[in-house]
């Protein structure tokens, strides 16, 4: 008895090792479903506009139990979705363009690619098409059968988060703070809700540029109202559509239109990243690259663990 004891304990072993070592591979798909990544890429061709949403919603993804399409899923009898938790509700965006790929791929590949690889390969396509980096988007992940609405509202960054908790919740992913400015310059295209920079342009603080509140308090009434709040800025006054580095720019000069944004440059240990990438933009599109890369590392379920569905929003 103890003889099959161990011997069952030691497969069990074995097999957790076998799904654990489970490694994502860009030629995931070369075989089962090669034309998969060009399904894709046509299926986003025409949201360009949707680029920074996307982009977005990969990063929401993979912050909550890592890149599992968490995220993608509607409320049911036995589903608490995401999409409800505070840093998602109304903001995040993309949902239908990742349905559209997902009804794409589906019709070339039935039951093979997820929906969280649809999510990371659409976040890269989406890049590119704004003039931002390309990547070799590894493959391989599957898709949750869970969602987290309480993790997503502790582990996803405010908009009133100071530099250190940014740091720390960026750390508890495995990312370096190099890793979350870098990240961060995603910002430099998109937009936020006047609610979310309200209290910054309003507060007269010395780390903002008179003329910048200024400018953004036209946009976004002190009043707070549903129509007030909604009231969309682009993050970047520069350059809103286009992937740069103005963000890092605009920081230096006090125009950070979060108050997450701007405290990567206000005297304190990210100051010097955000002075190189203001220099650099190929560093930083080069460091962007590589921390996509890195984020999409994020726990994703592989081999066994996980399914694939055939609807994004719902358990199959």
């Known amino acids: 008895m103890t003889y099959r004891i161990i011997i069952s304990f030691v497969v069990t072993l074995v097999v957790l090792s076998t799904i654990c070592d489970a490694q994502l591979s860009s030629t995931f798909y070369d075989s ?14 025409t949201a360009r506009r949707m680029a920074a949403s996307l982009i977005r919603l990969h990063f929401h993804d993979c912050f909550v139990q890592g890149c599992d399409a968490s995220i993608l899923l509607d409320e049911s009898t036995t589903i608490e979705s995401e999409k409800s938790a505070l840093p998602n509700v109304n903001s995040v965006r993309g949902f ?9 791929v589906e019709k070339v590949c039935p039951g093979v690619v997820s929906c969280a690889d649809i999510v990371a390969v659409a976040a890269r396509d989406a890049s ?15 898709d949750s059968t869970t969602a987290s609405k309480s993790s ?5 960054p405010l908009f009133t988060d100071d530099l250190q908790t940014l740091i720390s919740r960026f750390n508890n992913k495995g990312l370096t703070a190099r890793d979350m400015v870098t990240l961060s310059g995603a910002h430099t295209i998109g937009q936020a809700q006047c609610f979310t920079f309200r209290g910054r342009i309003y507060n007269n603080a010395s780390d903002i540029d008179a003329g910048f509140s200024s400018t953004r308090q036209r946009g976004c009434p002190l009043s707070s109202s549903t129509t007030n709040d909604q009231k969309l800025a682009a993050l970047d006054l520069v350059t809103p559509n286009s992937f740069d580095n103005n963000y890092f720019k605009n920081l230096i000069q006090k125009k950070g239109l979060l108050q997450s944004d701007q405290v990567l440059f206000s005297g304190g240990s990210t100051d010097s990243i955000v002075s190189e990438y203001s220099k650099n933009p190929t560093t930083f599109k080069s460091d962007f690259a590589a921390a996509m890369i890195k984020m999409g590392d994020i726990q994703p379920l592989t081999a066994s663990a996980g399914v694939i569905r055939s609807i994004c929003s719902a358990v199959n």
Request: glycine share 6%.
């Open 128 to 142: 590119f098409a704004v003039g931002g980096p390309s990547w070799t988007v590894k493959l391989g992940r599957r």
């Open 96 to 104: 239908e363009i990742i349905d559209k790929a997902k009804a794409a």
């Open 32 to 45: 089962a479903c090669p034309n998969a990544l060009s399904t894709i890429r046509t299926a986003i061709r």
């Open 152 to 156: 997503a509202n502790t582990d996803l």
